[in-house]
């Protein structure tokens, strides 16, 4: 197909012309053709089901992680069980943080689609093998496997804002983030109800047996099912990446018809010589988000383990099941305020500020998380229910604002690197935060008796503390937003 580069005057959209054998002009193609037809129902259920199926293996553990690790008979007291936890908990996102840049420029070489399809096969094997690890060390190796395999969320969510149209990228970023929170409680709470199958249904699954042998194998298991699904549907997505094998002059253009507000024949060179690190706009929203995420790994991995530690060690000694009962009202909570209540919240106060406003009310709730501790019996279930759910809308809401910000300021074909350095740092940081986490709480359950911050009032002042740093790097001059008249200035 022939493109001339003359008539520069004429307005671009004017001028729109696609590939016939491009994968991204076709859904460029079928975006423009689908103008006025409202919101893309079909395109955010694709995000919302691979986004789910990703993250639901990595939390599932923290409901019955606690039991799992004292199985395995490696900790010497109960209260050194939550150390050996945090590591489990953390080999995930440390062999994540290994990987994320690689599959990010993957992504931008060979597709999106490849890299997602890669990370659920990966789901349905080692998190299949994690269920039926034997020993501490063959379960870290399988998280750390499945972390290192688990490359797609960057690319995900640099796929959610190009299947869309343009005034539903919020929306389509918020479907990644919802799915991916849902994702975080759903998981926990499947592994609370379906973990130790034998001890909590034993009408159906006999003592002595695979079931038994296996107590946490059935939870992964069907998560592992779920994301076979999954693969297979796969398979019938659109790619969003644009692979043109045309001349050099021909991609400068249909480059320039991308960013939408460039005329033709605008030296593309100068613009792939701008470099991800030194963009700030970018790199200031990640390293805040890097600083959330670790207040996020090492929340969850503390919460987990503080709600079914004995009432001796300040722990609220829930089952499984209470476990799985909390965070299941926490996930249809956080799905209902994502899809219905977020869109409006951001409108008003734009991502920025209703991400610092997030961060400001996380402070007096977390707080009150000791106190809690001290009631019992409905009481108790109710208080932790509610602040479980407010936590987690509030923890939901900066992540959406942080990742939109983060692919609105770069381009298409720097989405995926961009977001595989987010990934990257949101994973060392999740792995410091969960390993982090389980020591300050081993280290809490030792102290009770102290005279400053006893006991569990330590971890959530120590919590506390990273999510008001967070907080104040969301103000000026550190966090910069890249406007859209700004996006590719040239120099």
């Known amino acids: 197909m022939n493109m001339e580069g003359d008539n520069v005057e004429k307005p671009l959209l004017e001028r729109k012309?696609?590939?016939e054998n491009c994968p991204g002009?076709?859904?460029?193609?079928?975006?423009?053709?689908?103008?006025?037809?409202?919101?893309?129902?079909?395109?955010?259920?694709?995000?919302?089901?691979?986004?789910?199926?990703?993250?639901?293996?990595?939390?599932?553990?923290?409901?019955?992680?606690?039991?799992?690790?004292?199985?395995?008979?490696?900790?010497?007291?109960?209260?050194?069980?939550?150390?050996?936890?945090?590591?489990?908990?953390?080999?995930?996102?440390?062999?994540?943080?290994?990987?994320?840049?690689?599959?990010?420029?993957?992504?931008?070489?060979?597709?999106?689609?490849?890299?997602?399809?890669?990370?659920?096969?990966a789901i349905v094997l080692f998190n299949t093998l994690f269920g039926l690890s034997t020993s501490f060390w063959m379960a870290v190796m399988m998280r750390f496997l499945?972390?290192?395999?688990?490359?797609?969320?960057?690319?995900?969510?640099?796929?959610?804002?190009?299947?869309?149209?343009?005034?539903?990228?919020?929306?389509?970023?918020?479907?990644?983030?919802?799915?991916?929170?849902?994702?975080?409680?759903?998981?926990?709470?499947?592994?609370?109800y379906l973990a130790q199958p034998v001890e909590k249904y034993p009408h159906i699954f006999p003592k002595n047996s695979f079931w038994d042998k296996f107590a946490y194998f059935f939870p992964n298991f069907i998560i592992s099912a779920f994301a076979f699904v999954v693969a297979v549907g796969c398979i019938w997505i659109p790619e969003t990446l644009h692979n043109h094998k045309c001349s050099?002059?021909?991609?400068?253009?249909?480059?320039?018809?991308?960013?939408?507000?460039?005329?033709?024949?605008?030296?593309?060179?100068?613009?792939?010589?701008?470099?991800?690190?030194?963009?700030?706009?970018?790199?200031?929203?990640?390293?805040?988000?890097?600083?959330?995420?670790?207040?996020?790994?090492?929340?969850?991995?503390?919460?987990?383990?503080?709600?079914?530690?004995?009432?001796?060690?300040?722990?609220?000694?829930?089952?499984?099941?209470?476990?799985?009962?909390?965070?299941?009202?926490?996930?249809?909570?956080?799905?209902?305020?994502?899809?219905?209540?977020y869109p409006y919240v951001r409108k008003a106060s734009g991502p920025i500020g209703i991400a610092r406003i997030s961060g400001i009310l996380t402070i007096p709730l977390l707080q009150s998380y000791t106190f809690i501790g001290y009631l019992s019996g409905l009481a108790m279930f109710i208080l932790i229910s509610i602040a479980s759910i407010l936590k987690n809308i509030l923890a939901v809401t900066i992540t959406t604002c942080l990742l939109l910000l983060q692919n609105r300021a770069v381009e298409q074909y720097q989405r995926g690197a961009a977001n595989g350095i987010s990934m990257t740092g949101l994973s060392l940081f999740k792995a410091i935060g969960p390993a982090g986490?389980?020591?300050?709480?081993?280290?809490?359950?030792?102290?009770?008796?102290?005279?400053?911050?006893?006991?569990?009032?330590?971890?959530?002042?120590?919590?506390?503390?990273?999510?008001?740093?967070?907080?104040?790097?969301?103000?000026?001059?550190?966090?910069?937003?890249?406007?859209?008249?700004q996006t590719n200035q040239l120099s």
């Open 437 to 485: 986490g389980g020591a300050l709480l081993t280290l809490s359950q030792k102290r009770m008796d102290a005279s400053f911050l006893p006991g569990t009032q330590m971890v959530f002042f120590i919590l506390n503390t990273v999510v008001a740093l967070g907080t104040l790097m969301t103000f000026k001059p550190f966090l910069v937003e890249k406007r859209k008249t």
């Open 248 to 341: 050099n002059e021909s991609i400068d253009n249909v480059e320039a018809l991308e960013v939408g507000n460039r005329v033709v024949g605008i030296d593309k060179t100068i613009q792939k010589k701008e470099k991800l690190f030194l963009n700030w706009p970018l790199m200031s929203s990640i390293i805040i988000f890097c600083v959330f995420s670790l207040h996020d790994g090492a929340y969850h991995e503390v919460f987990s383990l503080w709600t079914v530690s004995p009432q001796r060690l300040g722990g609220l000694n829930f089952t499984t099941n209470d476990v799985g009962n909390v965070l299941s009202i926490s996930g249809l909570a956080v799905i209902i305020y994502q899809l219905t209540i």
């Open 25 to 121: 002009c076709k859904v460029d193609k079928a975006k423009e053709l689908s103008e006025g037809q409202g919101v893309p129902f079909k395109n955010l259920f694709i995000i919302w089901m691979v986004v789910l199926c990703a993250s639901m293996p990595i939390s599932s553990l923290f409901s019955y992680l606690y039991f799992m690790v004292r199985d395995f008979n490696i900790a010497k007291t109960e209260a050194d069980i939550s150390f050996y936890a945090g590591y489990v908990g953390s080999a995930f996102m440390f062999g994540r943080c290994l990987t994320s840049v690689l599959w990010g420029i993957i992504a931008d070489r060979y597709g999106r689609k490849p890299v997602i399809m890669i990370g659920i096969i």
């Open 17 to 19: 012309k696609y590939f």
């Open 146 to 192: 499945l972390g290192c395999f688990s490359g797609l969320l960057g690319p995900v969510t640099a796929y959610a804002t190009e299947l869309v149209r343009e005034e539903y990228q919020a929306l389509g970023v918020s479907s990644v983030t919802a799915s991916w929170g849902a994702g975080l409680i759903i998981g926990p709470a499947l592994g609370g």
